[in-house]
C-alpha cells in the first residue's frame, strides 16, 4: 500500500549476500540469552487498532511466523529472533513516535512495516539516521524510494535504510489503467482520499489512462473518515462514466461502493491493493463486479506459498493473513537473511556497527520467497513488477488477470 507493528531485530550482522529460501521457513532484547546466545528484536509497525487493522494484524502475525520459523530451524546459530509489534492507528504522527521508540532500542537491527505511505514518510529520516533498515510489505507511494521528481524522469533515492517488497504506484495506477481500457470502459470519474497513497495512485493512474485515449468525466476528493458520499453520488450519476476509480482504502471505498450502487449507478468501482480485503465487502453489499489491483502474483496461487498458508494456518492467528501477509513475512526474511549474512562475515558474531551493515546485506539479498524472488533494485524496490486484477464474484475476490506492467 500502500499509503499501508514494528518488528525489532536485535542482532549484529554484515555483508552482501545471496541467499536461496523458498516458501515457509522454517525472544527479548538483545544481549545474552538463556543459552548463550544473542537476541535480536524485529521491529514491526502498522495498524493494529482502527479501520485498517485487519491488515495491519496480518503483516504483524506473518512477520511473527518467520521469526519463529527462523528460531526453530536455528537460521542464524547463537541468534533468537523477537519481535515487537507498535501500533501506529494508520496516522503518521503515531508511526514517528514508534520509529524513535524502536531506534532508541539498540537491540533493533530492522523494522517490517509499515503500512501506509505517509507514515512511512514520518519515519524514513529517523531510521536512515540511525542506519536502521526499513523493509515495508506494503508503501507503494513513489517517492518514498525514488525521491520527489521520479515523475519528471529525475530519480534520487532518499534513503539508503529504505527496501519495499511491494512494487509502486508509477507500476499499480498504469496496470489498472490498460485494464479498463481493455474492458472498453473509457469514461472513469477519478475521486481519490487526499493521502499520499491514495493521492499518488490517483494521480499515475490518470496519466495513463489519458494518454492510451480514456477520458477522465469528473474528479473529486474525500476525507479518509468520509462516510457520506451523497453529493458525489450525485455527480458521478450525472457524469456518464463507465467506471470510478478510487484512490484511497477500504473503510472509504466499501461505503462509497454501495451508496453509488444503491442510488443505481450500476458501474464498478476500481481500486488499488488499499482497497482489495474482505473488509470492503463486509462494508458494501453491493461489491460485485467492483475491481482492484493487488501488487504481485495471488499468493493462493503461488507454489512457493502454499507452505506459508499451510504453516499460517497451524500457528492458530485469529486473524487473517490478508492482503500483505506474504509480503511480511518475505520482508521479515530479508531482515533474516542480512543479519545472517552480516553475523557470518563477522565470524559468527554480532558486530559494533551492526546496523548499517544490515543495510548493506538487504541490499545485496536474493531468496525464492513466498512471493517470489525477493531483491531489490539501486532505489530499494523491490524487482518483483507483478501484479494482478482481482474482481468481486460471489461475495469474494476473484482473481480476473495477472501480469507484468507493460510500461
Not at 450519476?237 to 471505498?253: C, F, L, M, N, T
Not at 442510488?263 to 474482505?278: C, K, N, T
Request: glycine share 12%; with cysteine; aromatic share 8%.
Amino acid at each position: 500500500m500502500r499509503n499501508r507493528s514494528l518488528l525489532v531485530v536485535s542482532l549484529a550482522v554484515v555483508g552482501a549476500l545471496s541467499v536461496s529460501a523458498c516458501g515457509s521457513r522454517g525472544g527479548s532484547k538483545t544481549g545474552t540469552d538463556n543459552a548463550g546466545g544473542t537476541t535480536v528484536t524485529i521491529g514491526v509497525d502498522a495498524p493494529l487498532t482502527g479501520d485498517l487493522s485487519a491488515l495491519g494484524l496480518g503483516i504483524k502475525n506473518s512477520a511473527d511466523l518467520a521469526a519463529k520459523q527462523a528460531n526453530e530451524k536455528n537460521e542464524v546459530p547463537g541468534v533468537t529472533f523477537k519481535i515487537e509489534a507498535l501500533d501506529d492507528t494508520g496516522k503518521p504522527a503515531p508511526g514517528q513516535q514508534n520509529a524513535t521508540q524502536l531506534v532508541a532500542d539498540k537491540t533493533v537491527l530492522g523494522v517490517v512495516g509499515p503500512l501506509n505511505s505517509s507514515v512511512a514518510q514520518s519515519m524514513q529520516q529517523i531510521f536512515n539516521d540511525a542506519n536502521l533498515v526499513e523493509v515495508s510489505p506494503a508503501n507503494t507511494g513513489v517517492a518514498l524510494s525514488q525521491g520527489e521528481k521520479w515523475a519528471t524522469g529525475v530519480k534520487a533515492r532518499p534513503f539508503k535504510s529504505y527496501f519495499r517488497t511491494a512494487t509502486t504506484d508509477a507500476v499499480q495506477g498504469p496496470f489498472a489503467a490498460q485494464y479498463l481500457i481493455g474492458a472498453a470502459k473509457k469514461k472513469v470519474f477519478l475521486i481519490d482520499d487526499q493521502k499520499t497513497y491514495g493521492a499518488g495512485l490517483a494521480a499515475t493512474f490518470k496519466g495513463e489512462f489519458t494518454k492510451l485515449g480514456g477520458t477522465i468525466v469528473g474528479e473529486e476528493h474525500v476525507n479518509p473518515d468520509d462516510r457520506d458520499f451523497s453529493a458525489i453520488v450525485t455527480k458521478v450519476k450525472a457524469a456518464g462514466a463507465d467506471a470510478v476509480y478510487y484512490g484511497g482504502e477500504y473503510p472509504a471505498a466499501g461505503p462509497l461502493s454501495q451508496q453509488l450502487k444503491d442510488a443505481g449507478v450500476s458501474i464498478p468501482l476500481m481500486g488499488g491493493d488499499g482497497i482489495q480485503s474482505d473488509e470492503f465487502i463486509k462494508l458494501n453489499n453491493k461489491a460485485e463486479g467492483d475491481l482492484a489491483t493487488s501488487v504481485g502474483l495471488p499468493v493462493e496461487q503461488l507454489p512457493s506459498a502454499a507452505k506459508f498458508i499451510a504453516d499460517y494456518k497451524a500457528a492458530g492467528y485469529k486473524d487473517a493473513y490478508e492482503t500483505y501477509g506474504g509480503y511480511s513475512y518475505d520482508s521479515a526474511w530479508a531482515i533474516i537473511e542480512g543479519v545472517k549474512a552480516v553475523v557470518a562475515a563477522n565470524n559468527g558474531k554480532v558486530p559494533s556497527d551492526a546496523r548499517a551493515k544490515v543495510i548493506a546485506a538487504v541490499q545485496a539479498v536474493s531468496f525464492n520467497g513466498v512471493t517470489g524472488t525477493v531483491s531489490f533494485d539501486e532505489y530499494g524496490d523491490t524487482t518483483n513488477k507483478q501484479l494482478t486484477v482481482y474482481a468481486v464474484k460471489a461475495g469474494k475476490w476473484a482473481v480476473e488477470k495477472s501480469g507484468t506492467f507493460a510500461g
